[in-house]
């Protein structure tokens, strides 16, 4: 089985998670800077197979896109174009960094540890995936 992969996108950082390869767990995988990002995915691709990439989806909270989704969906665009082959999902991402912080206070971490935005991002990217594979069965 391929894994899945999730992307929390941000226009400096992206945080990115994956599920083992029967897609039980979901993991973080690594904080990539925005511009590094399609080279860091080849680079992953050509080791990993994966099934589908699933993409955090900027809402506000009234349903409508969030000012950073026209980067987003840029984003997925060039994602697209890059990787014909693979499906893209869209999740909603609202709260998710909200809940990543709380989730990191809840597993101890130290403050400084807890400040590091691509400890948030990576965790952001694993909610954004577990949201999905709950969804997804």
């Known amino acids: 089985m391929a894994r899945i992969l999730a992307v929390d996108y941000g226009t400096?950082?992206?945080?990115?998670?994956?599920?083992?390869?029967?897609?039980?767990?979901?993991?973080?995988l690594a904080t990539v800077r925005a511009h590094d990002l399609m080279q860091y995915l080849k680079e992953y691709m050509a080791k990993e197979p994966l099934e589908c990439i699933v993409v955090g989806k900027p809402l506000q909270m009234d349903g409508t896109d969030s000012e950073s989704a026209k980067h987003v969906e840029k984003f997925i665009s060039l994602l697209a174009k890059q990787f014909p082959e693979l499906p893209i999902k869209r999740i909603d991402e609202?709260?998710?960094?909200?809940?990543?912080?709380?989730?990191?206070?809840?597993?101890?971490l130290k403050k400084k540890?807890?400040?590091?935005?691509?400890?948030?991002d990576q965790i952001s990217a694993v909610l954004i995936l577990q949201t999905y594979m709950e969804n997804k069965f």
Do not use: F, H, Y
């Open 12 to 28: 400096k950082r992206v945080g990115l998670a994956v599920t083992d390869p029967m897609q039980i767990i979901a993991s973080t």
């Open 94 to 108: 609202r709260l998710t960094s909200r809940m990543a912080k709380a989730s990191m206070l809840e597993m101890g």
């Open 113 to 120: 540890d807890r400040q590091k935005k691509e400890n948030v």
